[in-house]
């Protein structure tokens, strides 16, 4: 067990961590190209979504019942659901400006807030993805694999939008990155605390209901942000390819396992 939590923790650390490339991305690039970034988003979803109701829900169920088991999807979707309400609509991170709308080391104080908030609320949203990782990991180590890629790919972007509005406020690349890779760091922190707290209770019925809670999570996380944010590029049709790439890579994945 104590290897399983190890490793579980170390992949959620890489996954929130991944925010921290899309800040170093960001000082590379003039402009994402938004194909790429349909393309990977819409990979993330279909990967998340596919793993949620193909692996994690049906093992929950299996572990702990179907009435058990879909009680706890639901109750992860509400969870993610009240935490994401929390956070205010102008504060949510489902998009960003692109470094060409800005002019670098303005050093403006109202992009300087921005580039802070959106660090603040991607760390909201990315600790309860944190839980999720880690609960899946020391359930399943190989499915937490799986979701760790999935997660990481997704904070890429996250981590443009924290490091993009902070640059062009102050023209300090460290800066920028430092505060895109602290927004990541509250998915290792997410799995510290879930750790903490469940560690006493842990049984094979206890991870069976949390494979069931880290579904609903992941739906969630899947349709409110990724998906929506993959369309707003403008691709629809490279979004769907992307989703169906990623579900034709994971369950072929399975398959393997």
């Keep these: 067990m104590s290897a399983n939590v190890g490793l579980a923790l170390a992949l ?3 996954a929130g961590l991944s925010t921290g490339i899309g800040g170093a991305i960001a000082f590379f690039i003039k402009k994402p190209k938004a194909v790429y970034l349909s393309l990977s988003l819409g990979f993330s979803g279909g990967v998340m979504l596919y793993i949620s109701f193909v692996a994690l829900l049906p093992n929950g169920i299996n572990g702990v019942g179907e009435l058990w088991g879909i009680s706890a999807f ?12 929390l956070i205010p609509e ?21 992009l300087m807030r ?32 799986l979701i ?38 509250a998915e ?43 369309h707003r590029y403008g691709h629809g049709h490279i979004v769907i390819m992307g989703m169906i790439l990623g579900m034709f890579i994971i369950a072929f994945s399975l398959l393997m396992l």
């Excluded at 991170?93 to 403006?108: I, M």
């Excluded at 959106?118 to 180590?141: K, Q, R, V, Y």
């Excluded at 290792?188 to 879930?194: K, L, N, R």
């Excluded at 494979?211 to 739906?219: C, E, K, P, S, T």
């Design 74 to 85: 639901f109750i992860g979707i509400i969870f993610i659901g009240i935490i994401d309400m």
């Design 12 to 14: 959620t650390t890489i």
């Design 188 to 230: 290792p922190v997410g799995a510290v605390i879930g750790f903490l707290i469940l560690m006493p209770f842990l049984s094979a019925g206890l991870l069976a209901g949390l494979l069931a809670f880290v579904a609903g999570i992941m739906v969630y996380i899947s349709v409110d942000e990724i998906l929506p944010m993959a």
């Design 148 to 185: 760790t890629i999935a997660i990481a790919i997704h904070n890429i972007p996250e981590g443009i939008s924290v490091s993009i509005p902070i640059y062009c406020a102050t023209g300090n690349r460290k800066k920028a990155f430092i505060y895109s890779l602290i927004a990541g760091i």
């Design 114 to 145: 921005a580039g802070g908030l959106t660090a603040l609320a991607i760390g909201i949203h990315n600790f309860p993805e944190g839980l999720a990782t880690f609960g899946t990991a020391i359930s399943d180590l190989k499915l937490g694999v």
């Design 90 to 110: 102008t504060k949510n991170p489902h998009e960003y400006k692109v470094l060409s709308e800005f002019e670098v080391g303005q050093l403006d104080k109202t």
